[in-house]
């Protein structure tokens, strides 16, 4: 427990740093506009990794919804910042707390249940959200929402990018994360140890919904406008393979992964026609020779340092 505690603000030690250094990069004008973009949807993607892994990793279900949730948060940010004069970040907290709720929603009847069959529930449910969008004309119907304020920049996305990461590893490392783990792991035992699996179940589709908006929200608000073909299926599929590159059941991973794609997706912006087979043949890759993703289940880890301390202060006495 004390080396989780001291990893913990490692972490936190090191994120401040990371983001100080790209802060004075930028603020100097050392990164132009197209690198604090990338930054951007670095950490924009690590929020929706982190989010889905949480439910594909480590709850062990399989979600295919995940823009669903994306689109819900977007449009509900985008449309407090514009009609109602929200401020930013509780404009983006409302939005992921509508997520949750509408997570809450497709959670309690389709959690029962299991693999292909919840895949295609949870499909369904996005194309659902995106056909809704496309005939509702407040919200612009197929042209989409736009003139929305770009209000997400690299300091608000590294706090909900830190924000969302610090929670899921916490709510991991909690009791109620080793339940969700244990049901991954063995369902039957989990039920007869009278862990109740429908609820954490939900629980964890729900906060993976919540930060899902969360991202959506923040992409929203960088983009201008926003249209319901953003969030199809391509989109969850984006995620998925990021989640399936870094390794589930590993939040490092999901981190890993985010930033691997994001700067793959950077390279080839004059060659769209080739990143759905490149994330293919990535995929087709990983299954054949690392089905676990890079890092399968490890974690960035501080406990080196904690074990050299140690080891000084016993050389002292």
Known sequence: MRFQNKNFWYGIGVSVVIYGLFQILLTRGIMNDVAESTLILICINIVLGVSLNLINGFAGQFSLGHAGFMAVGAYVSAILTLDFQFPFPLALLVGGLIAAVFGLMIGIPTLRLKGDYLAIATLGFGEIIRIVLLNTD?????????????????????????????????????????????????EIAAEAMGINTTKYK?????????????A??????????????????????????????????????????????????????????????????ILIGMMIFRPKGLLGTKEFSFNFLNKKKEGEQRGTK
């Open 202 to 214: 939900v629980i964890a589709f729900a906060i993976g919904a919540f930060f899902a908006g969360i």
């Open 138 to 186: 407040y919200v612009g119907g197929a042209s989409g929402l736009s003139g929305i304020p770009a209000l997400t920049t690299w300091t608000w996305t590294f706090i909900f990018t830190l924000f969302t990461v610090v929670v899921i590893n916490n709510f991991i490392n909690s009791t109620h994360g080793r339940a969700v783990i244990s049901i991954r792991e063995n």
């Open 216 to 281: 959506g929200g923040m992409i929203a608000h960088k983009f201008y406008v926003i249209s319901p073909n953003s969030f199809n299926f391509m989109k969850s599929f984006e995620i998925l393979v990021i989640v399936v590159l870094g390794g589930l059941g590993s939040t490092s991973g999901a981190i890993v992964g985010a930033i691997v794609l994001t700067l793959l997706f950077t390279f080839l912006q004059d060659f769209p026609e080739l990143r759905m087979m490149i994330y293919s043949i």
